[in-house]
């Protein structure tokens, strides 16, 4: 004798015991849904690995522009005596004397371009020439003066070192910035003498 059952209907042959259709087709979701995830993980590395190849790169910058602030400290000799020969002409110390340190801040000067081009960026008040004296916690180093910027006439020109609150000359007015020692002028005092 022979007893043939008849499958159930609803059910799937092959995958075992209690799969439906609705079953296997969640499934078949639950499988495109980790696909998706997966590659959204893939990208995730992939833009990780991108942005750790950006810090390591902004590590790199960052200590290239260490080096080259240190060697701007430390200037060649060629540059010492071109700027030895400037402070000469503009009659400037090259070396802060005692009463040349802070008590100039009435000594109207004005500010040149300083990447060569001679034009008047700003009109202000030498300050120091101390490579010690402290703009916004730097030192200014060597061949550098602190001035108060008391007039902008270009400005959108560029600070010579800029800082994290300022980096064009209208952003520095009122307060002081370091400025290359050949591009700072005297200006002629225009009162009459008495």
């Keep these: 004798m022979t007893i043939s059952f008849v499958p ?3 059910h799937v042959r092959g995958f075992g015991f209690g799969v439906t259709r609705s079953k296997l087709s969640l499934l078949s ?8 995830l997966e590659k959204e993980y893939l990208k995730m590395k992939e833009e990780m690995v991108e942005m750790k190849t950006m810090k390591d790169e902004m590590i790199e910058m960052k200590a290239l522009m260490l080096s080259y602030l240190k060697k701007q400290t430390e200037p ?11 402070l000469k002409r503009l009659n400037i110390p090259s070396m802060p004397s005692p009463s040349s340190i802070n008590n100039n801040s009435q000594t109207k000067c004005k500010l040149l371009d300083w990447y060569g081009s001679g034009e008047i960026v700003a009109e202000g008040r030498w300050s120091s020439n101390d490579p010690t004296a402290m703009v916004y916690h730097v ?4 061949h550098a003066i602190r001035v ?8 959108n020109a560029y600070l010579w070192r800029p800082t994290s609150e300022m980096t064009c ?11 290359p020692s050949d591009k700072v002028n005297e200006m002629e005092s225009s009162s009459p003498e008495d």
């Design 8 to 10: 159930d209907r609803g």
């Design 29 to 36: 979701q639950q499988d495109h849904k980790y696909k998706v």
């Design 76 to 86: 060649s000799e060629e540059l010492s005596n071109a700027t030895a020969s400037v």
């Design 139 to 142: 030192p200014i180093g060597p």
């Design 148 to 155: 108060w910027v008391d007039v902008a006439k270009k400005p």
């Design 169 to 179: 000359i209208e952003e520095a007015l009122g307060s002081t910035v370091a400025w």
